[in-house]
Structures are given as structure tokens and as C-alpha cells.
């Protein structure tokens, strides 16, 4: 089993910055294949970052430049750095795990809410 637990939602204005964690647990032995999505009431859920097979990581166009992934392998955590925060980037914003070796499996956690007010 995986567990994902993020934290460090919140208030903010925009223009502002708030930084997101995801701590995994259990069966997961790699930051690789953890990704951040996001979900705005009424629209998609989106990828907002993740961490590929070799490790690279890979941004949707609508945060790049102002969001940064970053990494602790040895805690199993990744970091969502955001900056210059949007009203649109107002969402809540789930950690994601999928291994790109067995097992493997499609794993969330229960996400965190960022309220970006103008």
C-alpha cells in the first residue's frame, strides 16, 4: 500500500507564494512517478508538475516559470514551491503516485485546498 499525504494549503493574495508538500508512505521507495494535480471547481483536473521515470520533471504550461518541484528522496517527499499565485491557480491540488515499476498502480492522496483571493 501507498500512503500520500499532502499539507501546506491555504489563504493567500495574489502575487503571493505558498509551498506544498507531499510525504509518501508504504510502497514507495521513489519520488519518481510523484506528480501534483489540480482540480477548480467546474473545470478538469490538470497536471500541474511531475516527476518522470529518469527524474525529470515536467510542468504544465499554465504554471511554468512560476511553480518549482523539488525533492527529498530520502523522505520520500516533493515539494510544490508556488510563486507569483493567480486566481485561477485557486484549486485543490492533489499528490499523485505512479510507479513505472511493478507493482503498479494509480495512487492519491486527499489533497489540500489553495484559495488564491484577488
Known amino acids: 500500500q501507498v500512503q500520500l499525504v499532502e499539507s501546506g494549503g491555504g489563504l493567500v493574495q495574489a502575487g503571493g507564494s505558498l509551498r506544498l508538500s507531499c510525504a509518501g508512505s508504504?510502497?514507495?521507495?521513489?519520488?519518481?512517478?510523484m506528480n501534483w494535480y489540480r482540480q477548480a471547481p467546474g473545470k478538469q483536473l490538470e497536471l500541474v508538475a511531475g516527476?518522470?521515470?529518469?527524474?525529470?520533471?515536467r510542468y504544465a504550461d499554465s504554471v511554468r516559470g512560476r511553480f518549482t518541484i523539488s525533492r527529498d528522496n530520502a523522505k520520500i517527499t516533493v515539494y510544490l514551491q508556488m510563486n507569483s499565485l493567480k486566481p485561477e491557480d485557486a484549486a485543490i491540488y492533489s499528490c499523485?503516485?505512479?510507479?513505472?515499476?511493478?507493482?503498479?498502480?494509480?495512487?492519491w492522496g486527499k489533497g489540500t485546498t489553495v484559495t488564491v483571493s484577488s
Open positions: 499523485n503516485y505512479r510507479p513505472f515499476s511493478p507493482p503498479y498502480g494509480d495512487y
Open positions: 508504504g510502497s514507495i521507495f521513489s519520488v519518481n512517478g
Open positions: 516527476i518522470g521515470s529518469t527524474g525529470i520533471i
